[in-house]
């Protein structure tokens, strides 16, 4: 089991890949690259229960497209 801080990303698109992610680097926003643009998630006070624990829940506020 790793040790690394994972995420449990919450709204957004359907088809991201993954839902728990490595919470890198540690903060208030996950940047997830999607389709030619960024996701993002900002940390909220809630946590759920997974296979891999208990962990923190990010919730999806905003899409970014990757800058040409």
Do not use: C, N, Q
């Amino acid at each position: 089991m790793s040790t690394a801080a994972r995420a449990f990303l919450e709204g957004g698109p359907d088809e991201l890949p993954e839902r728990i992610v490595p919470i890198i680097p540690p903060g208030v926003e996950l940047k997830i690259p999607f389709r030619g643009g960024y996701e993002h998630f900002k940390v909220t006070s809630r946590h759920r229960e997974s296979e891999e624990g208990r962990l923190v829940v990010y919730e999806w506020w905003e899409r970014t497209e990757i800058a040409e």
